[in-house]
């Protein structure tokens, strides 16, 4: 794997050596985030966020499985197992609020972990399957959190599932069908309850799983950089251990102050306060809303209003949707620029940023009411999103002349090629 | 196959080409594994079907003896809400002024309620585009510009008939079956 270069694990300690002879995993995680993996010199903080989502996930599991030693999925009891769980276990309020807010931060840094490769055109050969993977994780930590969420069985709970399963029943003709087979029933209830709980224990497993695969598939290559200029030689990367092990330490301190701040003075802030009435099938809350992750998709789902030629509304609504996130699996073809870093790229950079700002526009229309202008503004945001990706990109990547790319990484960095190639970087100037 | 050379040698092959009979033993093999495998799908699948406690919930029977002219109640139906709505004669006629043909989903206020019993609207309490309920049926409720009900999470307005009239909804709020067992009461499902 990776580089010719990369230092070669030698178990010290005779165990050590009699371990690595009969099963080598010390070794194989020495060559994955240890010394052994070489990694370029001039990564900034954007490549944090890898770690700090696999920190999140790590935070989750460890609370989930504490939750579920307390909770009972049972529609009857559920909403007060909850309750129990935040007034009689002994912190229980403590680690339901970790895992609530977990989901949220969990999110935060994936959000940015997306948006630094959208930048830095990380999807971009050799890595397309580094994307790939990485859009299923992002898949199944949405279905993840969905079903996260009904399991409080509170009104949102019982409102989102009853919209998001509904979304199932716009399929033509074995919709109602499919809908029904979700669910177990005609509306949410028990059964939808218990198989969501079996689900959203599940997976978290799944994920952890499909990030051995993402990391296995970027470390083929080796991590891209700012410049997205390939790494040509030993001058050009550093040990993961100790130099990114002691970066993502310092950024995962940050990122557990923040959390940490929000759990401890506002762990409400994120969440709504709705989800404290317990499920009622009679009446439907005055807004749904799911949390906050999901509104940039929420707005695109109740953009559309009007039906296209015999396309009814709804199933158009449900398929802008979807496609809004599966249009990311063909982005590494769409963008056709032999320059990978937005850096070198004047034009895409500013359709970059206009990106970021139309899907914080779709995200503030989705926590908004299903009332004008928000119905309009969304309608015109979700059409640029698609446009973006679909016409944008393209044609930027044509027309555009990018800025001189640097010779090496290491000129990137020291401003001039290295006097000998040979030199180590060792405590190069960073 | 690792076993090619030792079958070569231990079964006489057919002289040339065609198919010997290792390659049927593999196919066969194979292919009664495939079918065995599809065969416990059914069970995987359709245990995620409503149960037999869920599908057996009775019929429901709605007294519309207290529901008064332009009032409307809740009920509980296959633990889905009811909506039962005794029309004002205004809310007839304006239901009537409507041209069918202009509907999104185009059925008549008679196409909708019993015959002789057109005050009577009886229809699911389910919104047609996600499944929430919609405002309308509770005194001071929201009931949408055309009158009949309005559901809050999507903006799907419904007109007195309880007809899809604007917003994202695709049919009109569905009516279940249903008959009248008395002048004052009606047995749904």
Redesign the interface.
């Known amino acids: 794997m990776s580089f010719p270069w990369a230092e070669h694990y030698t178990p010290k300690h005779p165990l050590m050596k009699w371990v690595d002879d009969r099963l080598p995993l010390p070794r194989f995680v020495y060559n994955a985030v240890g010394a052994g993996y070489p990694v370029p010199r001039n990564l900034n903080y954007f490549w944090n966020f890898g770690v700090l989502s696999g920190a999140a996930l790590i935070v989750q599991i460890i609370t989930g499985i504490i939750l579920a030693m307390h909770y009972a999925a049972s529609s009857g009891v559920a909403f007060e197992s909850v309750e129990h769980i935040m007034r009689d276990v002994n912190g229980g309020w403590l680690l339901r609020y970790a895992h609530s807010n977990g989901a949220s931060f969990f999110f935060i840094v994936v959000y940015i972990h997306i948006f630094r490769g959208l930048f830095y055109s990380s999807y971009k050969a050799p890595r397309e399957m580094v994307w790939l993977l990485g859009v299923v994780i992002f898949l199944l930590m949405m279905a993840t959190a969905f079903m996260g969420y009904v399991l409080p069985w509170g009104q949102m709970s019982y ?1 989102g599932a ?6 199932f ?1 716009a399929i033509p003709l074995v919709g109602e069908p499919i809908h ?3 669910l ?4 949410p ?1 028990n ?1 939808a309850l218990n ?1 969501f709980f079996s689900l959203h224990y599940l997976l978290p497993f799944v994920i952890a799983a499909v990030i051995i695969l993402h990391i296995w598939a970027l470390h083929i290559p080796g991590s891209s950089n700012p410049t997205g200029v390939e790494v040509k030689g030993p001058q050009d990367t550093v040990p993961f251990h100790p130099y990114y092990t002691a970066k993502d330490g310092f950024g995962l301190g940050v990122f557990l102050v923040l959390y940490c701040a929000v759990l401890f003075f506002a762990p409400n802030w994120l969440g709504h306060p709705d989800n404290y009435i317990p499920a009622n ?8 809303v799911p949390e906050w992750y999901f509104w940039p998709f929420y707005a695109i789902l ?1 953009a ?2 009007f ?1 296209f030629f015999f396309v ?4 158009l ?1 449900v398929f802008a949707m979807f496609a809004s996130i599966l249009l990311l699996f063909v982005l590494p073809w769409l963008d056709t620029s032999p320059v990978r870093s937005g850096s070198y790229r004047p034009l895409f950079k500013k359709f970059f940023w206009l990106l970021v700002v139309d899907v914080l526009i779709l995200g503030y229309c989705g926590g908004a009411p ?2 004008e202008p928000f ?1 309009m503004i969304s309608q015109i945001a979700a059409a640029y999103y698609f446009a973006h990706f679909l016409i944008i990109l393209p044609i930027v990547s044509r027309i555009e002349r990018p800025l001189p790319l640097p010779n090496s990484i290491t000129e990137s960095v020291l401003g001039h090629e290295p006097a000998g190639v040979a030199a180590k970087p060792a405590i190069a100037a960073e | 196959m690792v076993t090619v050379e030792h079958s070569d040698t231990a079964v006489p092959a057919v002289e040339g080409e065609g198919v010997r009979r290792r390659d049927f033993i593999n196919i066969a093999a194979v292919s009664f594994a495939g079918v065995g495998v599809v065969a416990t799908l059914p069970t995987l699948i359709n245990q995620m079907n409503p149960s037999a406690d869920v599908l057996a919930q009775a019929t429901t029977e709605v007294d519309l003896s207290s529901i008064k002219p332009g009032q409307a109640i809740k009920a509980v139906f296959r633990s889905q809400p009811l909506f039962v709505r005794q029309l004002t004669p205004k809310e007839i006629e304006e239901a009537d002024a409507v041209p069918v043909s202009s509907l999104r989903d185009p059925q008549s206020l008679e196409e909708r309620t019993q015959p002789g019993k057109k005050q009577w609207l009886v229809t699911m309490g389910v919104c047609t585009h996600l499944g929430c309920v919609p405002l309308g049926t509770g005194e001071g409720e929201n009931r949408g510009e055309f009158g009949g009900y309005f559901c809050p999470c999507h903006g799907s307005t419904y007109d007195t008939a309880a007809r899809i009239r604007k917003g994202p909804a695709p049919k009109n709020l569905a009516v279940p079956a249903y008959k009248f067992t008395s002048d004052t009461a009606i047995l749904v499902g």
């Open positions: 409102w009853q919209v998001i399963t509904g979304l029943s029904t087979w979700l177990g029933g005609f509306a209830g059964a198989r099938p009679m009446a439907t809350p005055a807004h749904i109740r559309f209003t039906d009814p509304a709804k199933l609504g299903a009332a119905v």
